[in-house]
């Protein structure tokens, strides 16, 4: 018999419960709905494990904050909601370009601006991708329950620390307040991985001179005894700024590849009841909660209808649409705004197949009959 | 210790010549930081220098420590990340006056207020160098620059009373004709324990000084050494002596609970060790 506690919580709730399994030690944040719990939750519990905790200023000064923990060596997380996002965006770039491992968790709410602070939303699905300047990679990160934010949260931070890069978590509020149970792993029983650190006698150190067979350049924690500098110019191995568009090049390559060569290993996905599909159901987030429930009605009156999942939104599932829009008739793209990853769908199928759209951004779930009668429509 | 020694064993020489201008006072700045710092003895791996943008941003990548050039205005935050994540590290941050007080200055009062062991040092050059010479927070009203062509009409922030005020526990100004007693400032700050600024009077003749016809660097430098006394020779100056003087020297030097301590004798409450 297992002995794994069960436990019943919300989903930002298994959020912390999931940091803290991955080994955060670091949290700098500003409280907004429906993100705070995680603030809070945070704010207790990481003394006792010996991590630090800090309400900041803002939104920005969150992230900054957060930042700076993690180059002095902690693994660092910090959490928000919509308009808090976006205020945070020119230091996701930062993240991304000085290559500092962080997790942040973005709990959607109705947007634009303020927009409706306690109703769920997916308005942030191609902010995640787009929202700061310049190219960068992304890894986003959309779980549909309250367990899946526990382990999906872990993953989290395991990407973040291997690919040494800002990895968003992108909830929503349906999935952040509603209460299952869950049971909690034992320590050891999921992988932890913790950025790889140079040897102790690396003369000639290089924050970002990448080993063979190593995917990013080694870690060093400011403090630990080698010196270099970060910025958030484009720099060469060494850390420092160059000018140089032939360095340029050779580091956004870098930046790019890290992720492009890995997507198998990134990418998630769930199938459900896809063998035999002809209309697919794609749908993620609290969202694909109710996409469930009506591919299981729309099979129970005959229809040969799939769900297909995407729990690793960015990068985007491309293979795998690509060869649903090689056999089934129809993707019907549900999701909690007004058209976001319709548009990877649209982009990535490239006419093969038909691409329809069922979304909502006023502050109410699509729900299973808003599905059902759009896919019924499509049939 | 002298100057070709603190350059051998303090600055990062393949990084230099560094990008200022000829006649900047930002240099002075930078190596009255470092002389502190030896003076002080202290292990380069435990310090960490931070910065934001602009012309006195780029002094760490000069400097053989930590060294972190973040974004704009957002210096102390990454440094409160630092500074809290790791305790011990001795944390400084060097910013210009718009970096600080302006897309920085809510970041600059919190950290005041929340009296966290980080020391900054202020390059205040009345004006935004590095994108050419517009008006910054500290360009005293009524002068010009790019963007004030018809004269200013903001009023000034005083950045080392503004920092006082919100709760650092050491303030001081200084300036960088008066080198040594910018050093003894900046060393004086860098061991209070608790939020510490310094407010550096630097000169840009390049953008500042021609805009406002103050002339060149010498004469910028005269006019430092001619206006700036210091508060407590002031203070026993007749009225009439004070007039068109500007005060520099030790504001403020208290000492209050210092943040990462009561952090961590809550850690050490819960942990149940103490």
Same mark, same amino acid.
């Given at each position: ?379 | ?139 005293? !009203?009524?002068?010009?620059? $790019? /963007? +004030?062509? *018809?004269? @200013? ?8 009373? %503004? ?5 650092? !526990?050491?303030?001081?100004? $200084? /300036? +960088?004709? *008066?080198? @040594? ?8 700050? %860098? ?84």
């Amino acid at each position: 018999m297992s002995s794994r506690k069960i436990k019943l919580m919300q989903g930002n709730e298994a959020c912390v419960e999931g940091a803290l399994y991955a080994g955060m030690k670091f949290y700098a944040g500003y409280p907004i709905t429906p993100s705070t719990e995680i603030a809070e939750i945070s704010a207790q519990k990481l003394p006792y494990v010996g991590g630090k905790f800090i309400q900041m200023e803002d939104e920005i000064a969150g992230i900054a904050t957060a930042i700076g923990g993690s180059i002095a060596g902690l693994k660092s997380m910090t959490a928000t909601s919509g308009p808090g996002f976006s205020l945070k965006q020119e230091n996701i770039g930062y993240a991304a370009i000085a290559e500092v491992p962080l997790v942040i968790v973005n709990v959607q709410r109705g947007g634009p601006s303020t927009g409706l602070p306690t109703a769920p939303a997916q308005g942030d699905v191609m902010q995640a991708m787009w929202g700061t300047h310049g190219d960068h990679p992304v890894i986003a990160i959309c779980p549909s329950s309250v367990k899946e934010t526990f382990y999906e949260t872990v993953r989290a931070f395991n990407l973040a620390e291997k690919y040494r890069m800002p990895v968003i978590l992108l909830t929503d509020e349906v999935v952040g307040h509603m209460r299952e149970s869950i049971e909690i792993p034992e320590p050891g029983e999921i992988e932890i991985y913790d950025r790889l650190r140079p040897e102790t006698d690396d003369q000639n150190y290089l924050p970002y001179g990448v080993n063979d067979g190593e995917i990013v350049g080694r870690m060093a924690g400011f403090g630990e005894g080698h010196r270099y500098h970060i910025t958030g110019l484009f720099h060469d191995e060494t850390g420092f700024p160059s000018n140089s568009t032939k360095n340029a090049g050779v580091m956004l390559d870098h930046l790019m590849s890290k992720i492009s060569n890995n997507t198998d290993e990134i990418i998630t996905f769930e199938e459900y009841l896809l063998e035999d599909a002809e209309t697919v159901v794609l749908s993620y987030g609290s969202t694909a909660r109710s996409a469930r429930s009506a591919v299981n009605k729309l099979r129970a009156a005959g229809h040969k209808v799939g769900m297909f999942r995407p729990i690793t939104i960015w990068p985007f599932p491309e293979k795998q649409v690509v060869e649903l829009s090689k056999r089934v008739k129809n993707i019907v793209v549900a999701e909690m705004n007004l058209g976001q990853l319709v548009l990877e769908v649209q982009r990535v199928v490239e006419g093969r197949t038909k691409v329809h759209h069922i979304g909502k951004a006023n502050g109410e779930v699509v729900t299973p009959i808003d599905i059902i009668k759009k896919v019924e429509e499509v049939l | 210790m002298d100057n070709n020694q603190l350059v051998d064993q303090y600055f990062r020489k393949d990084r230099l010549p560094h990008i200022w201008c000829p006649g900047c006072g930002h240099g002075v700045i930078m190596h009255s930081i470092v002389k502190a710092i030896a003076e002080l003895g202290w292990d380069k791996n435990d310090v960490v220098v931070v910065s934001g943008i602009g012309c006195s941003s780029r002094a760490p990548g000069y400097m053989d420590f930590n060294t972190l050039h973040t974004t704009h205005g957002r210096a102390l935050a990454f440094a409160t990340g630092v500074k809290l994540a790791k305790p011990h590290l001795k944390v400084i941050v060097i910013s210009g006056d718009g970096d600080a007080s302006a897309i920085g200055g809510n970041h600059l009062i919190h950290a005041s207020r929340r009296n966290i062991d980080i020391t900054t040092i202020v390059f205040n050059n009345n004006t935004y160098g590095m994108t050419g010479g517009q008006y910054s927070p500290t360009t005293p !009203t009524n002068e010009f620059g $790019t /963007t +004030a062509p *018809h004269g @200013n009409i903001d009023a000034p922030f005083d950045i080392a009373n %503004l920092a006082g005020a919100a709760g650092a !526990t050491y303030t001081a100004r $200084t /300036t +960088a004709f *008066h080198m @040594n007693q910018m050093t003894t400032i900046i060393k004086n700050a %860098l061991e209070h324990k608790g939020f510490s600024l310094v407010e550096a009077i630097s000169v840009c003749p390049t953008y500042y000084g021609r805009k406002n016809k103050k002339g060149d660097a010498p004469q910028m430098m005269k006019w430092l050494k001619d206006t700036f006394i210091d508060i407590k020779v002031a203070d026993k100056l007749p009225e009439e002596k004070r007039v068109g003087k500007l005060l520099m020297g030790e504001f403020k030097n208290v000492q209050k609970p210092e943040y990462t301590e009561e952090y961590h004798k809550i850690v050490d409450r819960l942990s149940g060790v103490k």
